[in-house]
């Protein structure tokens, strides 16, 4: 008996360090994207370590289910996250639902000014501050080098002010593709087909819109002349002119242009790590193109990060946000992965700085010309979520070949009747 | 010694007892989410997420709005065909096995197959093989000179693509619950209706039907309930589309939760869906009952012999 209580008691004693580190330390957890482990795992580990007992904990989804990962969580008031990473576009509905938390106390008005004024707005909801930009975004139209050599056809300008149309890029993907000789070799697509991201752009070049000033009208606009001609081009590169796949997922696009397979790709700035760790790929970039009759526009905002607004720890988390959006752990975040960032020291660095005068860093000088020049943010609505799914398998349908005006008509029907909660 | 009181008490909660962590756990992931289901449908959410009685409003928004009366459409459709479809092949499916030989234990076996593969890795298998670019499908159709199919991504080919895959998956099951129900059936009934002079279909349509009539109405009912609440499929392959022409009530409830955030109107889509369940099922069951109150089988076997 007298042994076992001497074991226990040195059992006890051995397991009282344990407890007394975990007493001390504080825990916040971020939901965020499974994409980005590798670039917020650097992030995290510096945090921890400026930080002493202050752990960071991360559960990832892939960005398809990421927002229906959020409204499962925070929709039922969960208050296990603290941090949360948030689509430009969601600011406005979390905030209306009670789901994130104004940050106004955390960041001052000379914090708030580091960021591009207009991601500071996408960030703002009914004059509250909730959410900073981790990043911003800008596309562009990677070309395959190869491709255009066996076709005879010079490399694109990338100089803007020799942009090409996209009437001139349906002409050479033709020309490509005959010259390919290859079946499975396109000429154009588009990173994330058939998402309002990357499709706006094209109605936007147009002068159409996607939603009314209001943010629930749809009628006159997604059915209008100009969203109307965009998706009927959007509609003849995969069904008449059949220079653009189908069939294949936004998931599978950059991997196909990797592979020498798509001529022509607009995509993210930052699919130039995956360009740079594919073995014989030689590839370039251009501006990306617009409408004869139009103007260019490109796409722009990205995620931010917000803090639950069911946390325990807000202070903490605030702080984090704050480290991941304008302190040193933005600047590892954007380094690892490659991104476009939403600070305008950065932004300006771009001009300035001589690594970003030699390829393919230099796409990011492009890019912040057209941060300053064609980027057009994507509508505010609250019902942006029903508005984004519905347009998102309504571009869908076209590509498959519906036919365009009624398809965008039955769309309009749908959110016209879907979006009256929030009149 | 027990008095008989105490012995009668004993034996009048006893069986309860056994019973209630089964209601328990019935009650609370069955009924609870049912009835906030129900009691939720009468509620909006509005700023900050709080909740306010709005009467029967969202049932007039439901009502207005196309993609739910779409939804309705397709769900009946879905389930006009797949129900039928599925009981009749596991029917044939179960007549043809009912043999006691090793060949046919051996393809028993085999068809019984898809209904162990996961309905996500089912579904992905059938994605690819249906890509109409790349796909396995559309290269053994050009084999025989037919040109490629658009399949899941045609509004007219989607909905029967969904419901072959349903059935590749679900026959041979339901087939089982027939085959259990064929090797009950007593081989003096066969004999009896072989000396009364039936043939092939007489001894099918009036001995081995009407003597399956507790397997049929365990499977159709059954049939009904997976079917009307179909999702994996539509989830993993079309995400309702092309055109909506996949997009069921269980998939509009699923989409107006987790991806539009508007709880009311899914509580709402899943209180009308729970309604037509339960028509559904009732229709049935009183279609399905036994109308004379007579044995099936004699009765049957008196129709044959009379024929």
Not at chain 1, 61 to 69: E, I, M, R, T
Not at chain 1, 184 to 200: A, D, H, K, N, W
Not at chain 2, 53 to 82: C, E, H, M
Request: charged residues 15%; hydrophobic residues 45%.
């Amino acid at each position: 008996m007298k042994k076992l209580l001497v074991a226990l008691l040195v059992g006890a004693l051995a397991l009282l360090p344990t407890f007394a580190v975990d007493t001390k330390t504080q825990t916040i957890k971020f939901l965020t994207m499974a994409e980005y482990h590798n670039a917020l795992d650097g992030v995290i580990k510096a945090f921890e370590a400026s930080h002493p007992g202050v752990k960071v904990e991360t559960e990832e989804f892939p960005f398809a289910q990421l927002f229906d990962a959020i409204e499962i969580k925070l929709g039922s008031r969960n208050s296990s996250f603290d941090v949360i990473l948030t689509d430009a576009t969601m600011v406005s509905g979390y905030a209306y639902r009670g789901f994130i938390s104004p940050l106004d106390s955390y960041f001052t008005a000379a914090e708030k000014a580091k960021f591009t004024p207009a991601l500071v707005g996408s960030g703002t909801f009914d004059g509250k501050f909730y959410s900073p930009p981790l990043k911003n975004s800008c596309h562009v139209l990677w070309y395959n080098k190869k491709l255009l050599d066996k076709a005879g056809i010079p490399y694109p300008s990338a100089d803007p002010k020799r942009r090409m149309t996209w009437e001139q890029v349906v002409e050479i993907s033709q020309k490509v593709m005959t010259a390919s000789g290859d079946p499975t070799v396109y000429g154009l697509t588009f990173e994330q087909i058939s998402r309002p991201y990357q499709i706006l752009p094209l109605i936007n070049s147009l002068g159409g819109e996607g939603i009314g000033p209001d943010g629930v009208t749809v009628d006159g606009y997604i059915n209008g002349a100009a969203f109307v001609k965009a998706m009927q081009w959007y509609s003849d590169i995969h069904n008449t002119y059949k220079i653009a796949p189908k069939g294949i997922a936004p998931s599978e696009t950059v991997g196909q242009f990797a592979a020498g397979k798509i001529a022509f790709l607009s995509a993210n700035l930052f699919d130039y790590k995956t360009f740079e760790r594919t073995p014989g790929l030689e590839y370039g970039y251009c501006p990306l193109p617009y409408f004869k009759d139009g103007k260019p526009v490109t796409p722009t905002d990205s995620f931010h990060v917000s803090v639950s607004n069911y946390s325990k720890h807000k202070a903490l988390a605030a702080e984090f946000v704050k480290y991941l959006t304008l302190g040193a752990g933005n600047d590892i975040y954007l380094d690892k992965q490659g991104e476009f960032s939403a600070r305008l020291d950065v932004l300006n660095s771009y001009g300035t700085d001589a690594k970003y005068s030699d390829f393919p860093l230099s796409v990011f000088r492009l890019a912040a010309q057209e941060a300053k020049t064609t980027a057009y943010p994507r509508p505010l609505s609250l019902g942006y979520r029903e508005w984004e799914s519905v347009m998102t398998a309504t571009m869908e349908d076209i590509r498959n070949g519906a036919d365009v005006k009624p398809a965008l008509d039955r769309a309009v029907k749908t959110l016209t009747a879907q979006l009256q909660i929030y009149k | 010694m027990p008095s008989k009181r105490s012995m009668t008490l004993g034996r009048s909660y006893k069986p309860y007892m056994l019973l209630f962590p089964s209601l328990a756990l019935i009650a609370l992931f069955k009924v609870y989410p049912i009835l906030y289901s129900v009691w939720g449908s009468f509620f909006s959410r509005g700023m900050g997420g709080i909740a306010r009685f709005a009467g029967l409003r969202n049932y007039v928004l439901l009502a207005q709005d196309p993609s739910f009366l779409n939804s309705v459409w397709i769900t009946v459709k879905f389930n006009l065909i797949t129900i039928p479809a599925q009981v009749v092949l596991a029917v044939v499916l179960a007549l043809m096995l009912n043999r006691n030989m090793r060949a046919v234990r051996a393809v028993r076996t085999l068809v019984y197959i898809p209904v162990a593969i996961n309905m996500v890795v089912a579904s992905t298998i059938w994605n690819m093989m249906l890509n109409p670019t790349s796909g396995p499908a559309n290269a053994i159709l050009a084999k025989f000179g037919i040109p490629p199919q658009a399949f899941l991504t045609s509004s007219s080919q989607a909905l029967m693509v969904i419901i072959v895959i349903c059935c590749w998956k679900g026959v041979a099951y339901w087939m089982l619950f027939f085959l259990a129900g064929l090797q009950n059936i007593s081989p003096s009934i066969y004999e009896a209706g072989r000396i009364d002079g039936t043939g092939f279909f007489s001894q099918l349509f009036y001995l081995t039907i009407p003597m399956l009539k507790n397997s049929l109405v365990f499977v159709i009912v059954a049939d009904t309930m997976i079917n009307l609440f179909m999702f994996a499929p539509v989830y993993m392959l079309t995400g309702g589309g092309p055109e909506g022409s996949t997009d069921t009530l269980m998939y509009e409830a699923y989409r107006s939760a987790f991806k539009y955030a508007n709880y009311s109107r899914s509580y709402a889509i899943v209180t009308v869906l729970l309604l037509i369940t339960f028509i559904v099922i009732g229709a049935q069951f009183y279609l399905l009952r036994d109308r004379d109150g007579a044995q099936s089988g004699e009765t049957s076997l008196k129709r044959g012999a009379a024929k």
